[in-house]
């Protein structure tokens, strides 16, 4: 049982971006098929599909960074000595993190704001905070995937 959740809070992300994609993917097919088949749209696809591919976006990112496959720009650093290249990587990630920290705080600063005045989506009723929550919840589990890069990296070096 340990295991089994061990493994799903490693993959958690991947896991829900991938059921996010089969969403959008089966939301975006049966619009086709009732456009062009059947002659009548479904409304409601359009806006699923959009928030599925927005919580897919944000969840993706943290995959990236636990991955350590995030796009960066690191060629300026090859021809530098090892140990400069590593700092110079540690304070981008310190940037990074920064970043991810005005984010996250603006992000709930938002969520708090919409649940003050909601704003509802047009076709699927649903209250766009919920819509949003996925920035500052994207945001924050991408930053814990770069801080448990960094724990795994040393915890293998002590042993």
């Not at 993959?11 to 097919?29: G, K, Q, R």
């Not at 359009?46 to 897919?56: A, D, Q, T, V």
């Not at 076709?123 to 945001?139: A, D, E, R, S, T």
């Not at 890069?149 to 070096?157: P, R, T």
Request: hydrophobic share 50%; glycine share 6%.
């Amino acid at each position: 049982m340990v295991k089994r959740l061990s493994r799903f809070f490693d993959n958690f992300e991947l896991i829900f971006s991938a059921v996010f994609l089969v969403t959008m993917v089966i939301a975006l097919l049966f619009q086709v098929f009732f456009r062009y088949v059947i002659g009548k749209s479904l409304p409601w696809s359009e806006e699923l599909s959009r928030l599925c591919f927005l919580y897919m976006v944000f969840l993706a990112t943290s995959v990236a960074a636990k991955n350590r496959s995030h796009i960066r720009v690191t060629s300026q650093f090859n021809g530098l000595p090892a140990k400069i290249r590593k700092i110079f990587l540690v304070l981008g990630d310190i940037v990074w993190l920064s970043f991810n920290t005005i984010v996250i705080y603006q992000g709930i600063k938002l969520f708090i704001d919409m649940g003050e005045r909601p704003l509802m989506s047009q076709v699927l009723g649903i209250n766009l905070k919920y819509m949003f929550i996925i920035i500052p919840l994207g945001f924050f589990v991408q930053s814990l995937r770069i801080l448990q890069g960094y724990y795994l990296d040393y915890s293998s070096k002590k042993k």
